[in-house]
């Protein structure tokens, strides 16, 4: 094997060890995502059933109140979400510089009279520089998301707040949209309709997505990632 044939090979190995590199920090680097299962409804707790019914109209654990509030308040319970996410930014800056310096030196006598050769000065200095600069840059995004989405309750934390979750599948021809969030709410902001606006949830994670083949044709392949990957060579 010549040397030509040796530089080849190796470039086709580094090459190659590249491609591997960038391979597995695109699949490590990957945020996870959650599943569905991070957002099944909660059951609310079954009522022990010890057996006894001695035939009289109330029966441990299937009690019923009417002048009660039945806004969410356990675990299982359904709220509705509102929501009402709008986000506007925008930011931009300009920056402009200047600077100009000027350094000069009397013309150098010898016995009282200037150098001069052909009657021109020729021991005579002088610098100047003159320097400017000029930047802008500009950014605006804008993200709006309504609708609803009702949830169950999946915990009463100790503080009496709520933690929320839940999804929302819709089929439309070829692919499938759907909704899902979750986060921890306060029962003093649930309304009297037992909903409350997204922007009072805490901890709000929110996701609208879908699947099929809209949703893949607007998705960009593993090869266009791979470079646009850090580690790509090119």
Known sequence: MNIQQTQGLNRIKTAFAVLVVALLSACSSAPAKDTSADYESAAP????DDGQNMGSIYRSGYGMTLFVDRRARQVG???TVTLEEKTDASKSSSTATGKESNISVPTVTLFG???TSGGT???TTGVSSDQDFSGQGSSTQSNSLTGSITVTVSEVLRNGSLRVRGEKWVTINQGEEFIRIKGVIRPEDIGADNAIPSYKVADARITYSGKGALADANSMGWLGRLFQSVLSPF
């Open 113 to 115: 009279r200037g150098v």
């Open 45 to 48: 707790p079954v009522a022990p």
């Open 121 to 123: 000065p020729i021991l």
């Open 77 to 79: 319970d359904i709220i």
